[in-house]
């Protein structure tokens, strides 16, 4: 009996009606004798509208209380989808992360998944059961309830899968598979038949929304089969491959991401010492701050101009610490810009193809859009650019590398 981890996110059970028409579908699914693992996301805005009422509380809400609040916006769905499976004459029972034991660390709000525990999902499937779980939550080492980060559902979704060792894992959504961009930024964006797990991961760190990074990580780790599928259309969705074909058989470029997440920070005027880059960035890492990408320039007259980016989230804290550091270190001046973006351009091919980055910066250049930093890799290359001029960016590159097109294999 084959069997299957279905992940529904906030936009496919965010109405009544749109739950009635998940369960039709998994009543059909059953029919067919497939063993159903079913993962529901909170209604679409629910845990917006919970993090809103958190913040009139308190600036920053306590992250375990953050958890015990988010945390309700999938409980609720998973109930109302049971009621509907029942409705139809499915066996149905819902668990919650911490119900099922998925064991978590503590990060509160950003929790890992550790260990998940299968028996009582194992004992509802051999008893005929569609097992509905909560996505986005466990419980930490002390019964805590934990939450696993935005988009946190796919996570439970492909980690349960891992557990369970499933056939395959569908992550259903409300776009019909992975797009060579973001559709809602590109009309003409192209649904992938497969894309590499590579690129899957880079897309997905780079911006990507359609699939939170850790499960692609978990499918990574533990192979597990993932496809993207529309809960709104039937289709083939878009299938994550592990095969190692021959980078020459792909296109150069796969895909385009970006992220208006982050914010840049300068210290001018550095003496070009060495050690000068670990005193600048020791307090920010101290202060739990993740910094992005990195660019340090020698001037003429040997002073330094230091820059980085961190999630926009951080930006208020990180100018205040370099501004203390400013003041020790005696530097020139601290500047800081909020107003970016950043754009990235992925694929596999990019090894066995020389000249991608030149395509990439001709492009932008044409439009009159000024690159303000790069980032490369082998499988993708990333810019930051003024926020202003993000669509545009992303449309032009779409075309410069001709995404809407079918690809063929350039030699
Ligand atoms: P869900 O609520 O189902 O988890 P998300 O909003 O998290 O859905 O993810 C789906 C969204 O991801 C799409 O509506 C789309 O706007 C966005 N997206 C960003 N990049 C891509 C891409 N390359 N391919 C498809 N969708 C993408
Ligand atoms: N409800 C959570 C969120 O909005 C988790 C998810 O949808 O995957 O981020
Ligand atoms: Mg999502």
């Known amino acids: 009996m084959a069997l299957y981890v279905k992940k529904f996110g906030g936009t496919s059970v965010g109405t009544a009606e749109r739950i009635h028409a998940v369960a039709d579908q998994l009543v059909a ?12 996301s909170a209604m679409s805005g629910e845990t917006n509208r919970l993090v809103a009422l958190a913040e009139q509380m308190m600036p920053q809400p306590a992250p375990r209380e953050m958890d015990v609040l988010l945390s309700t916006g999938e409980q609720v769905t998973i109930a109302l989808l049971c009621m509907a499976l029942m409705q139809r004459g499915l066996e149905a029972r819902s668990y919650t992360g911490a119900q099922v034991r998925i064991t978590t660390d503590s990060a509160h709000t950003k929790a890992r998944i550790q260990h998940i525990d299968d028996q009582a999902i194992r004992r509802d499937l051999n008893a005929g059961r569609v ?13 805590s ?78 192979n597990v089969p993932v496809r993207v599928l529309s809960s709104f259309k039937e289709g083939p969705g878009t299938l994550i491959t592990f095969d190692d074909e021959d980078d020459m058989e792909k296109p150069m470029v796969s895909g385009i991401a970006f992220n208006r997440d982050e914010a840049k920070l300068t210290v001018i005027g550095v003496s070009d010492t060495p050690g000068i880059a670990s005193r600048i960035l020791k ?25 980085f980016t961190v999630h926009r989230n951080d930006y208020r804290r990180s100018l205040e610490l370099l501004q203390i550091l400013a003041t020790e270190l005696d530097l020139k001046s601290v500047a800081g810009d909020e107003k970016i973006a950043k754009v990235s351009i992925v694929g596999v091919g990019m090894r066995s193809h020389a000249g991608v980055a030149t395509r990439m910066f001709d492009a932008l250049s044409a439009e009159g859009i000024n690159i303000q ?25 779409h075309s410069a590398f001709e995404l809407d097109k079918a690809p063929t294999v350039t030699q």
């Open 283 to 307: 307090p920010i890492s101290a202060a739990g701050i993740e910094v992005d990408m990195i660019v340090q320039n020698v001037g003429a007259d040997d002073r330094t101009d230091f820059t």
């Open 373 to 397: 930093m790069i980032s490369t890799s082998e499988i993708k290359i990333s810019v930051v650019i003024n926020e202003k001029y993000l669509e545009l960016a992303v449309r032009t590159l």
């Open 131 to 143: 097992v509905v779980v909560a996505g986005f939550q466990g419980m930490d080492g002390e019964g």
């Open 145 to 222: 309830i934990t939450t696993l980060g935005r988009g946190g559902s796919d996570t439970t979704a492909v980690a349960l899968a891992a557990a369970l060792k499933a056939d395959e894992c569908h992550i259903y959504t409300d776009v019909d598979g992975v797009y060579t961009t973001d559709p809602r930024v590109v009309d003409n964006a192209r649904r992938l038949e497969t894309i590499t797990f590579e690129e899957m991961l880079e897309m997905a760190s780079l911006g990507s929304k359609v699939l939170q990074i850790r499960s692609v990580e978990f499918a990574g780790k533990y």
């Open 29 to 40: 699914m059953a029919a067919r004798g497939e063993q159903l693992v079913v993962v529901v």
